[in-house]
């Protein structure tokens, strides 16, 4: 069994920052792509960024240009550095990660961005 934690949500003012992290752990062998999804109340869960084994890197377009994504592999972790903050980004944010061939969610952690 895998297990993905998240941590770094918070309340932050608009134009600010936060990193969120994402740690896998359990029966691994290797992991190929991780990312981060995120979901407001009362909408679909949505794609910010992901990550390749190999480092290739996408991102949605709301979020080009201030968030980046990153990981470290010997760490089973991923990154997601968040900065200029807006209001619309507030929601809860989803590690997800392709282990073994089989995909895998986190909880979540809350992303709060006041005006």
């Known amino acids: 069994q895998v297990q993905l934690v998240e941590s770094g949500g918070g309340l932050v003012q608009a134009g600010g920052s936060l990193r969120l992290s994402c740690v896998a752990s359990?029966?691994?062998?290797?992991?190929?792509?991780m990312g981060w999804h995120r979901q407001a109340p009362g909408k679909q869960r949505e794609l910010v960024a992901t990550i390749t084994s190999g480092g290739t890197i996408a991102y949605d377009d709301s979020v080009k240009g201030r968030f980046t994504i990153s990981r470290d592999n010997a760490l089973n972790t991923v990154y997601l550095q968040m900065s200029s903050l807006k209001p619309e980004d507030t929601s809860a944010y989803y590690c997800?990660?392709?282990?073994?061939?089989?995909?895998?969610w986190g909880k979540g952690t809350l992303v709060t961005v006041s005006s």
């Open positions: 997800r990660a392709i282990v073994d061939g089989r995909q895998y």
């Open positions: 359990g029966s691994i062998f290797s992991i190929n792509a």
